[in-house]
Every structure is written in C-alpha cells, then in structure tokens.
C-alpha cells in the first residue's frame, strides 16, 4: 500500500541527475515521491512545464502534473530529501534542511570530504554510516553524500582488490560523458567531433574521495587509505557511460589472471539486504574483446552495474583494465537511492527522529 | 622548374594517408608527384574517380586526370616510393620494389620494427638513417619507415624530457581519431556516441616502437631505450587528431615546470636542414586550460607540431601532461615526407643511386 | 506452452535488422525462434561469436548459443521464415524458399513492388494480403513483404488524411539514421560531425511504395493511389530514428487544426485483433514545440509507434508537419513482425498449407 | 599602408560571428580592424582572454592583445561598425550608434525587415543600397543589414532561377549547423546523436526575408517578390554550414538540365568591382552523386560560394536540388563584410560624410 511508503522529495528535480531521481523513485517500493523541488524560477509551474526532460522514457504520469515546489514548501510528512543541487546551491540548503530535521541524501559535491560525513558506497564502505552517530554539525537531521560520478565506478572496481592484494598506486585516465555536466552544461560547439583534456575539479575528486571511501572507520573518523591516485579527466562525445581506464600498482603483485578471478568471485558484502536499487553483481566482467563501451553496456543491470574489461598486465604498473559506469545512474541518482535503502534498512531514516541512529 | 623535381609516386594514393600524401605532394617544392598506384580494381581510372575524397580541399588539379597505375607501371625515372599500403599489402610489395632498386618511404608497419630499416622520425633520431648504410635484406633499394600515428606524437614529447632528465616510465592513455583507421574503416554504428576502448594491435605499437626511435644507434644496429611504456589506446569519435593523456617517471626527478621549460627552450636538432615540411618549432605548449584539443589544434603548423597541455605533478609518476598530434599528417602521411626531405638533403636520393649512400 | 508457438526461423540474422528480429521473437508470446540462418561464413558458430552485436539489450540468451545455419539448414516443423536478407541476397533466396513451401515475411526490398506480393502495412492495407490468393509465382509457399522504413513512417502518418481528406500531393525530406544502412554501412569519417544529401535508391522507395500501399485492391491487382510524391533522402548522424518533414497537399482542404485532429481522432483498423506487436494506438501526436526528436521518441510504443509534431500551414502545400519512425522496429523488424502476427490471426500461416488461404 | 584603410570595429566581438568578422578583418585590404567591443562583462579584458576563442585558426595576433571596449569607448576615426549582435542587443545599439552617425553593418535580424533598411547580398540585389538615400530613421548614419544565414544560401541559389523563369513557389527544409545558434548555443544533450526539427524564429526569416530581397525597388521601397515560400528548418549536429533541401514551382516551366544550365551560365554581377570578399563564382554546381556535404564543401571559395548538387526533377515542383552555404561566413561574416565592400566601393562609406550617398 501506498502510505506504507516513506515520504521523500527529491530537490534539483529539474536538473539531469534530477530527473533521473523522479524517475526512479517514481515507482520505487520503499519510498513514495511526494514533492518536486527546484528554484524559485521553476516553483508553481507543473513539472511537465518546468522541466526540459530530457530521457527517452516519458516524464512519469504520477510526477507531470505535479506542481514545483521551492525548498520552503516541502509538505508535511517528508523527512527525507534527495539532493541533486549544484555544488553552490547545497553549500547554503543542505545544512539548513538537515538543521531543520531533515534527512539530506545528496548527490552534490559541497560536504563529501567533511570529516562527520558518510561518503557512502554501499558495498563499499556500509559501515561508514556510523559516522551518522556522531555528525553534530547538521543536527538534528543529518547529511549522507555519494561520490562523484567517475570515482564511484572506481572505487567498485577496486574495492575487491584492495581487500584481496592491497592497493599501492592507481593512475586512471577517464572518457567522461556530457550528461555528467548537467543541462545546458557542455555547449555542442565545444565538443561536437572532439574531446575535451579537461573537467573542472574533477581530477581532484578522482585523487580525493576514494581514499575516504576505500578507508577505515576509526572511532568517529575516517582513515584515509594509504593509496596515491592520479587522475587525467576527458570528456568526450558521448551521453551516457563514463570510461575509466586504470593501471594499478598493488601491495601485494598479481597477475591479470588473478585480477580477473578476483573480481569474477567478488559477491556483494551488501547482496543479502535486499534493497531494491541494489545490482545482483556490482561488477560484471565482459570477455569481448573491445568491451565495455558505454552505449552498449553502461545500462547493464538497470545503470547499476559497473562493467570491467580489457583485463591484462601493465608494464608500469601490475595491470591495466578498463571499467565502464553509468554516471547518471550508478553515478548520481541511483546512488543516492541505494544509499537512502541501505540507511531505511539500518534504521536510520525513521519517521519519528530523522536522525534516529543517534 | 619542374625538372628539377625528384620524381616520386605514392603507393595506397587512394586511401586516407595517400589522399594526404597526393594533396601534400601535389606543390611540394623538392619532390614531383609522377604517378598514383594503387590496386588492380582501381588501376585505368582517372584518380578523380578511383578515389573517395576525402578531404576539405578539392583534389590538386594537377592529379585529379591522372591515370591510376599498378606497381608494375610505376613511369621511369621515378626511383622515389612513398608507401600508404596497408600491411598486409605492404609486406608483399615494399621488398619487391625496394630489392627493384626504389627508395621505399613507407608509413606501413610492417617493417618498421626489423633491425636493418631506420624507424625515423628526424627531430628524433635522424642519425639512424646510417642504418641504411648496412641495409642488405631490400638492396639495391631501401626502406625507411616513419611510426604509428600515436607513437610519433609520444617520441616528440618525450625526446626533451628524455635528453635531459631521462626516461624510465612511461603510462599512456590515447583518445584517437576514426581517420587512423582509413576508410571505410570505423562503422558509423560503432562509434556514433560512443568510444570503443581498443584499437587492434595500437598498444603494441607504442609499448615497443618509442624503444627503438628514442634507441642509440651502435654500429650497425640499434640498442633499444631502456624505458618501459604502458598503453591504453581507445577510439574516440573524432576526425583527426590523436589525443595522449600521458604520465612520465623520469630518470632525474623534475617537478612540471621544469619539465614546462624543458619544452619551451626545445629547439629542433634539424632546424638548419631547411626541410620544407619541417615546423619551424616540432612542440608547442599551450597554455590553455583545457588545451590541446583535436578540433582547434591539431592543424597547427599545418598539422606538423605537437601540442602539448595540462602539464602537472603526478601522484604516481612525475609528471602528466597531454600532447595531440594530427595522426594524418605529423602522424603519417607528413612524417612519411619529412622523412624523404631528410634523406634527399642527407644525400640518400640521388637519382643515379637510390642506395646512394650504401 | 512452447509447443504451441509456431516456429519460424531469422535469415540474415547477424545483421542489424536481424538482430532486432532475433531481439523481438526471443520471447514472442505466437512464435518460437527456432533457428538463426545466414551466410555460409557464419554458419556454424554460435551466434554470439558469428554475430556482431550492436544492441543495449544484451542477445537473448535462447539465442546466443544457438548454431547459425544456412538456408540449405533450416530445422524440420520450420514454415515460416523472416527475411533480413539484403536485395541481392533476396533475390535469389526468397522464391527459392517461397516455392519450396516456406512463408517467407520479408524486409527485403526485391520483392516489394512485385504484382503479386502483398507491401503490406497492417494498420494501412491488411486487405492487400488477399493479394496472397492469387500469388502464383512463389507457390506453393509465399512471399509477404513490408516497405521501406522510411516509407512505412510515411503512410502511418498519410493513412488517416487520405481517408477523411484525400490526397493530392506530398513532398517529404527525410533525416535519417545511420542504423538503416546496416553494418559496418555508413563509415565514420563520411558521417562524423557532416550530413550526406543522398541515399542510394531511397528517395525511389519512398515515391513508389506508398502508392502501392495506399491503393486499392481490385480483384487480383493493386490500383495504385492517384497520389505524386516527391521525396529527398538525408543521411544524418543519428543511430535510430528517421525523421520525416513533410509537406502535403489535401484533395479537400484542411486547416492544420483540422489535420491534428484527425490524427487525434484516428483508431487503429486493427486494434480488435490483439496481435502482440501491435501498438496500441500506431500515430501519436506530441505538443512540444520541438518534438519529435529521434533520440527521445523514436522508442515510444515499444518504437512500433509513429510521432507526428510540428503541424501547421503550409504556405505551398496545405500542411507541414515532421514524422519520426524506428526505422529498425517499426521500419523493418516489428514492422515483419506485425505482418506475420496478421497472417497467423488471418489463417494464412496453418502448419499444414504453408499457403493456407490459397 | 595602414593609414589608407578605413577604420573599422565589431560591435559583439566575442561570439561566433563576431570571431569569424575578427578573422576575416584582421587582414582585411580595405578596413583596418580598430576596435572589438563586447559587453560590460568582457570589457577591459585583453580580446584573447574575453572570448572564448573556437576557430582553429588562431586568434590573430593584431587582435589578441587589444583591450575590449564597450560601445561607448569606440575609438575616435572609426565611422564603419560591423554588428554581431543577438537582436536584444541591436534593437537598443544599433539605432543609437546610427543615429550618433555611424555606418552600422549589421548581422542581427532586428531592422532586416525594416521597410528603410537594404537587406542586401551585393549579387543578388545591390540596388537595394539606393534605399539608403531616404533612410531617415537612423539619420545621419545609417543601418545596412545582411539575411538570415539560410535565407542567403536560398536566394543565392534562387536568383538566377528567377531571372530566367520566374519563381512561384519554393519548399526548403534545412538541416542547419550548431554553429548558427551561438556559442554557448545548442546543449551537447540536445544535439549529441540527434536532430531537432526545430529552430525558434527561422522559419519566418527563411519564408520572409527572400521575398524582400527578391524584391524590386521601387522608388523609396521595396516592393516583395510574388512567391510563396514553405519553410522547416531542422538543428544537426554539424558544426558549420547550412544544407537546404530546396523544391522549386517555376512561372516558366523548365526541366532539370535547363535549370542546371541556367546555374553553370550565371556570372556575378559585381564580378567586376574587385570586391575583395566576393567569391569568383558565388555558385559553383557539383556534380558528385552525394554532394554538397557540409563538411568537405561549405569552405568552398573561402566559404563564400554556395554549393548546389542533385538537381533533378520534382514529381511536385517542377526541380528539386540541394543547396549548402557556410553559415558564419557567407551567412553572416563574410556577408557583413561584403555588403561593407560594396557600400565602400558605391561610395557610402567616405570618411566626412557616414551617409555620403544621402
């Protein structure tokens, strides 16, 4: 039944990974859509209208008639809020609605790396949602971010290896698509026919937040990996599907032949809590020979799957690979989904105290 | 005048490199375009219509009438080959002409890794023509070759750096252009809205042919350079210009912007020649924040220089930058002419002799 | 139960319209994929290997394992086979198999304008499969094609207007995708960032098929419609979707309110015979001011429908309007489908009489 | 010498056009390129750092270093300014700078329609410039405007149809390059393997503006062609130049090979002023199967031709064919500029006397 669901409202609703978020949780189980949330110059006008969709599904019928909101006027009986604002807009909202009890589940870049902040991946790091206990800053509600699209796709792929061989050093080279920019974001006179050696303060994230996701919950702080990564950032011609290319230096040497059993035994630490957003395999290994390449496998497993291939040993480092994630899905919206069901799951998102893990 | 021309032909005049060698050829100042070879299926036709063209500007007038030949119609007093051939092609009839007494200038890989046949870029290592010297497998004739496409643009980059603070690692990430796979070559249905992550056999090509380029001549072979390369080479939907996301250990540890100044105060070793093909400057750093980029820079020095960008500290290795090279011109058919351009000055064309310097 | 779906088979399976037949009748609810036909270089690997699959969807995995045969192959029980074939191919295949007892349900376009073979459209001219009756030439099995993909977006979108206004004249540009020329088909470096204004015998189809579709039966033959069409074929870098601007002059004048309402107003002839392929309304009209666009709504219906936007006055003719059609689904393979769903519902495809209605 | 060229600046310096009039001026042998103005925004800033430069030529270097001015600040000597600028702006500037005295060469659509204003493309209707005469709007300068970018290549190809046989109808659909919406322009999301069949306002200039420029000159007024023109103009993602797809209903009918004769006879009518812009040929008829094709021909005579290809007969119209023209430079640039070579060379552009001719 319906009002068995959890209230939520998604803010940013217009924007890409915005409209990836309503039409997820258009028909998600667990949580009930309740309130499309955008700027002022958006607010009152139906959703339909305000937004440019811009997916080959069609806006869905419980949502286009929907009238925007502005982040005042989240109705009664929400307390947990999907955040796809820019990183500008969250510095200054996030905090206010987490202050005033709200849950904020946010895809926005602003609080990833504050000390207090879950920078979730749930099968990653789950037991970082600890640090909720102790975050004070945002009291009472609380703040809970994802990573940036491309470091997702990576810390799922290196995740195993870290556990197995220990990670020593990672150079990663990305094709990033243009939906990671947002709309109108990238113009098509900057990109038709050509790539782009460049993404403003991506490389930084790259190098930065896999070390707090990949680290170790320490009390009420998180202890950095001891990894260096070094990230060039493109972005290329393409919608979906951010491509990472990967050479990996390892603490403990293997070959590609172990990489790739590693990965091929790899079961999802997360696989037995049922949540819905959550991929059979985080990873898939793809055996052809070109693959994976982002129109044909980044939908793999509804967006949620990170795809692996070109497995094969490094003459720098100890091996090359090449992964493939959906950066809007597993990247952003599916994401922050996946995050707010495994916080549902462990009893953080209940309706009476918001912050009921404290 | 015109008789003061070397006569020369171009074999593969049809393809993609052979359309760059005809249009370059057509009013070079040392060198007269005498005849377009091709295969069987397109030899008696009017190049005009043998050949797809290609390229913004219109077929040189000067060939567009031209009859198509064979190999075995190859007009006397030509002693001058440049080779467009693929490889297979190229395996067959590069020593057939060559043990006939031409002087083989080829882009073809097929024999660019055999021990006797200079793997020449001039800028680079224009004393390895001395190979030719002991060069008995093709006599009377020869062969000289130029590298892949990528490779070419790698080596120039990496030559400063190597002479000053040496090399011992190298980690490479191309973004390729769909020109480097001739024509028809990359299906629409591949690469539209897409990257492919492989190229076949491209990676081996720059793991192993920087070696021998960036390799000391000792009598008469070449001892390799002692530095390792590991490649990732993707396909990215652009026309020309082949992008390398590159990380450099050095042997001499450098921070970038000694690196940057090594650059900057790189003058070309064969400034003096007055080879007509030569850019004034073979590497050009670009400030730009989001330079180099295929669509605006590949053309610079028509098409001759490499352009380098985003130079910067490593994590992993010293220090990263990106360089573009235009993989049709600097990377192929231009490289195939500087060459030749060399060899005529270094004495190695003479009409009489096309050994002349055995 | 699977016993009770008709088997039929898939010739030219590894091509593009193949693969999206092998994709619709893996799990058809009528018929049973029982084998994937194609050339003697294919033919006895796995599909998976022999095929290169262009698809989002991975291959069915019924299918994937599947041995591909040759048309001498084709399993016992088989009566029913679609053709993907290219014309050539068709031509000498298609009657060869029609009179050895098969119906043959073909995309190809050898055979359309053949007298005796039905250009059959279901929602347009289910009637002309009466033609079936009298087709000698092929019996004892029979041949049953369906149009050109741009052609069928074309009478989908004229069918309603011929009947309540009658048509006089239509002038029609189409944009299309590079999927309809098949694989490796179009090469990228003639369709990167460039649009080509010709397609090879394209604008042919598209100004002789839909008088034969759009004309009446009488008796053994097909009374073209009194209708002149002038058409002009692009090729634009778009993977699926054609588009269509067209311009139409009425036999009685419309105003553009007129014809949208006719549209709106317009049931499928067919929708009582709950084919499964079948869309539930085939024409839908879009408000958006730009729309339809081909990557946001070439899917819609399962991309079995037809989106018509853009409709207003005409100053020459008497309305513009743009059409978009999958060309692949509702262009070629749904559009077989559908056809062969309407001869089963029409008893033309009984087991015993291959030629059961004769 | 420098001082015998008129001075001369570009008011919207910073967009696309404004970088084509920057390049084009930079060695212009008539005008002396003063100064580039832009908005407050930009203003102060050395001209390389306010734009964002997207032509793969270089900033020339005469113009890099110059200090971007508002229109306030144009320089003392300077009478002739070239306007680039978005309507809103030109509605505002352009009759202030006019009527502060001066000659404002305009690209901006604002005053095209204005009954005083010529609308001019020097081939087709120099006598239009005779309007200035009574031009007393803008008094004592003056406003002299250029067509829409599509409306130039259609009239173009248009005018000697008209003056051989009349014209009664014409249908055109567009696919138009990104680089006609500006920079930023067109979102990557909306164009990336897409096409969108619309283009807010072109339809009405492509439908209106021919009929103006057609048009006679009677007395003080233009009086319009008698021709009805059908317009769609569809976005592509193609970087520069327009493709018109053109049906043409001539008063006097004529089949293809005479209209094809009518375009390979027609000479320029100001082929004898030595304008420096003006193309030797402003059409030049292909006669490849598949041409013109935006990429390989719309830089045709330095982008200053209109190329036209497949005419043929129309089973409506009486001839179809397909047009292209460079959008940003014979579209609009290089237009702007000719109308300024013309004026000059007609004596409006004395020094004194800004509306000399008045």
Not at 229 to 235: D, F, G, L, T, Y
Request: net charge neutral.
């Amino acid at each position: 039944m319906r009002e068995s669901r959890l209230p939520v409202a998604v803010l940013g609703a217009t924007g890409v990974v915005g409209q990836h978020l309503v039409r997820l949780l258009a028909h998600h189980p667990w949580f009930a859509l309740q309130a499309v949330i955008a700027s002022a110059r958006s607010a009152g006008r139906p959703y339909r209208e305000a937004v440019r969709w811009l997916l080959p599904d069609p806006i869905p019928q419980s949502v286009a008639e929907m009238s925007v909101l502005t982040a005042e006027e989240i109705p009664e009986g929400v307390r947990v809020v999907f955040s796809a604002l820019d990183a500008a807009s969250a510095e200054e909202l996030e905090p206010r609605l987490a202050r005033a009890g709200y849950v904020v589940v946010s895809n926005a870049s602003r609080f990833r790396m504050h000390p207090g902040v879950p920078l979730l991946v749930p099968e990653v790091n789950a037991d970082h949602l600890e640090l909720l206990a102790f975050q004070e800053d945002f009291a009472p509600g609380c703040i809970v971010t994802n990573p940036n699209c491309s470091t997702i796709g990576l810390v799922l792929a290196l995740r195993p290896l870290q556990e197995r061989f220990g990670l020593e050093a990672v150079e990663v080279t990305t094709l990033q698509a243009v939906s990671g920019a947002g709309y109108p974001g990238v113009s098509a006179l900057d990109i038709l026919g050509d790539v782009i050696p460049y993404i403003p303060a991506e490389e930084e994230k790259l190098q930065t937040e896999p070390l707090k996701i990949l680290g170790d919950l320490r009390g009420q702080r998180i202890e950095p990996a001891d990894l260096r990564i070094s990230a060039q950032a493109n972005r290329v011609p393409v919608l979906d599907g951010h491509l990472l290319c990967v050479s990996v230096r390892l603490r403990r040497e293997a070959d590609a032949e172990a990489v790739r059993a590693c990965w091929l035994a790899y079961r999802s630490p997360i696989a037995d809590l049922g949540l819905p957003s959550a991929p059979g395999r985080p990873i898939r290994v793809l055996s052809e020979q070109d693959a994976p390449r982002p129109r044909l496998h980044a939908h793999l497993g509804a967006g949620m799957e990170v795809s692996i291939g070109r497995i094969r040993p490094c003459a720098v480092g100890h091996v090359r690979f090449v992964a493939l994630v959906h950066n809007t899905i597993r990247g952003a919206a599916g994401a922050a989904i996946l995050n707010a069901e495994l916080m549902l799951r462990r009893g953080w998102l209940s309706l009476e105290h918001p912050k009921a893990g404290a």
